[in-house]
């Protein structure tokens, strides 16, 4: 799918982000008992996928997590913020460590072939695979690798502004911000799929957000178990198409098997722009490829399967 009346480069202010911070003398060691990744690997210009599970192995977020001015950022939907934020305060107050959501930054990306030239303007270094969050003064600037080159920018407003200005781009619907999760293959959960998924469900072991070295955090014998004894059957896909009706988050995919229908999953994310729909759902890890899908009671509508930019079972 084409982005369609969206320049080649440009921002998108990230109303639909925000973080839960961590920060204290016993912060890395008591996230890393809660989460998938690896939190002992996460220095200052460190970049680390992870999921935040239930104790039964079901997923309260998807985030990316960042150290920037000496506490952990859990960078993540707006969406799934409180109920992974009551979770982590539950078990938090045995450990010395503040745990809140981040009302205080703004988050902005920006997109662009030419992205870090662009940002060598205004930096004196630029992130990247190797290196891929920088600090500047107050500023922190995050590499997200991909097919398209995204670049997080991560302030308050008002140190933000003048950069912002001096850029001189236009800035998008923050719905953009979705599409390229989307393509990218990175969860995007709302509320209404909190604690329904395990983490390889949603590919978290495709992008490195599963660490099964790195010993006990919660959920993890459900996590486990999935991995070692082949019991997940599911996986999140990426499908684009066609449909003149609006779509819904919750709506109903369907598979065709010869002359029928039948459930396949449900949107997780989509984005939809005049009859193109980018949808994000879980679907059987076994698919055909070649299989034809459509939204339920959108008789209409269809939908393929889009590549996946990573591999579902890497080595």
Request: proline letters at 3%.
């Amino acid at each position: 799918m084409q982005l369609l009346n969206i320049p080649s480069n440009y921002l998108i202010k990230l109303d639909n982000v925000s973080a839960i911070s961590l920060v204290g003398e016993e912060q890395v060691k008591y996230l890393q008992g809660q989460v998938t990744c690896d939190v002992n690997k996460l220095n200052d210009t460190s970049l680390i996928h992870g999921a935040h599970c239930s104790a039964k192995g079901k997923v309260f977020s998807c985030f990316r997590l960042i150290e920037k001015d000496q506490q952990l950022l859990l960078i993540q939907p707006k969406e799934t913020i409180e109920a992974s934020l009551v979770a982590l305060k539950k078990f938090g107050v045995f450990a010395k460590v503040e745990i809140s959501k981040v009302d205080h930054l703004d988050f902005y990306a920006l997109v662009a072939n030419n992205a870090a030239e662009i940002l060598s303007k205004h930096f004196k270094a630029i992130p990247d695979s190797d290196t891929p969050v920088i600090h500047q003064n107050t500023t922190t600037i995050v590499y997200l690798a991909g097919e398209t080159s995204r670049y997080l920018l991560i302030d308050k407003q008002e140190n933000l502004a003048p950069l912002l200005t001096s850029l001189s781009l236009p800035t998008v619907n923050n719905n953009v911000w979705t599409y390229h999760e989307i393509a990218e293959g990175f969860p995007s959960l709302s509320s209404k799929h909190i604690d329904q998924y395990v983490p390889q469900m949603l590919n978290m072991q495709a992008i490195n957000g599963i660490s099964f070295t790195k010993g006990c955090y919660l959920g993890q014998e459900t996590v486990a178990r999935m991995q070692y004894l082949g019991k997940n059957k599911r996986a999140m896909f990426s499908l684009k198409g066609e449909s003149t009706q609006s779509l819904v988050v919750g709506d109903i995919i369907e598979m065709q098997l010869g002359e029928n229908w039948r459930k396949a999953g449900e949107v997780i994310a989509f984005y939809q722009e005049e009859n193109s729909v980018c949808i994000q759902a879980v679907l059987a890890s076994d698919i055909d490829p070649q299989t034809k899908f459509r939204v339920k009671g959108q008789e209409q509508s269809s939908l393929t399967l889009m590549s996946l930019p990573y591999s579902l079972n890497p080595e």
